[in-house]
């Protein structure tokens, strides 16, 4: 079948909604069929930090989120636990820049979808020369969500890349809502991910929708 277009994943990644247990303040299966009601485009199962699940329990709960992704045919990627995504035959892979090298994480996972976070224009070229199928870049606003982020870049840094020739999708990340989703777009984002402008919102359902538009709105004045 060989590795997806970067047309095709730029389409996909839209909404890219992340999520592990401890994101969640409801039923996180009932979140995540809202959210995908609502419009994200792409998930990836982030199961980390306190009181993270793990052995069988991370696996049990990764394969009842990627079922729902299944069902609803959005793409399951894993983050960091290679061998997970392989046992799971999940859609792809995202890895950070602490985590194994992206081009042994290509080998491995073969033409399965693989992200990298890179923060900055040097990050970037390494993991597209290593195998990247797209660039997860931030934090591009403050963020409580992971605790060991770096300081927020702001928007500038996506339109950096964007100018020395950085051209396969990206993803802006860090403290993204519904107010501030257009400006990532406009900088050079092909999508926007998020954890908590979904995961703590009242209804991860119009708050879905409500980003689902504002970055329908923002490529279309494109
Ligand atoms: N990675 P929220 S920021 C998982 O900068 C993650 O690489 C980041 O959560 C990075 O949408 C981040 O709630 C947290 O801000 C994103």
């Known amino acids: 079948m060989g590795r997806i277009s970067a047309k095709q994943l730029q389409e996909q990644l839209r909404v890219y909604f992340i999520m592990g247990s401890n994101n969640c303040k409801k039923n996180p299966f009932d979140m995540l069929k809202e959210a995908i009601e609502g419009g994200i485009t792409f998930f990836q199962f982030r199961e980390k930090g306190q009181g993270a699940l793990s052995g069988v329990e991370k696996v ?3 394969k009842e989120l990627q079922a729902i992704c299944q069902k609803y045919s959005i793409p399951f990627l894993v983050n960091d636990d290679v061998d997970l995504a392989l046992a799971l035959d999940a859609d792809g892979v995202h890895i950070g820049q602490e985590d194994e090298r992206a081009d042994i994480v290509r080998r491995k996972i073969g ?3 693989l992200g990298v976070s890179a923060h900055n224009l040097e990050e970037a070229k390494r993991a597209i020369e290593q195998g990247a ?28 890349l964007r100018e020395h020739g950085i051209t396969i999708p990206i993803v802006g990340i860090g403290g993204i809502t519904v107010d501030n989703a257009k400006e990532v777009i406009r ?28 970055i329908d709105d923002a490529l279309h004045e494109k």
Not at 140 to 160: C, S, Y
Not at 191 to 210: C, F, H, M, Q, Y
């Open 60 to 62: 049990a709960f990764a």
């Open 111 to 113: 033409d399965k979808i």
């Open 133 to 160: 199928d797209y660039l997860g870049v931030g934090p591009i606003f403050p963020t409580n969500t992971k605790t060991d982020a770096k300081e927020a870049q702001g928007v500038e840094v996506l339109r950096h």
């Open 187 to 214: 900088a050079g984002a092909d999508g926007v991910s998020v954890i908590s402008a979904i995961s703590l919102a009242n209804s991860p359902k119009e708050s879905a929708w409500r980003l689902a538009k504002a």
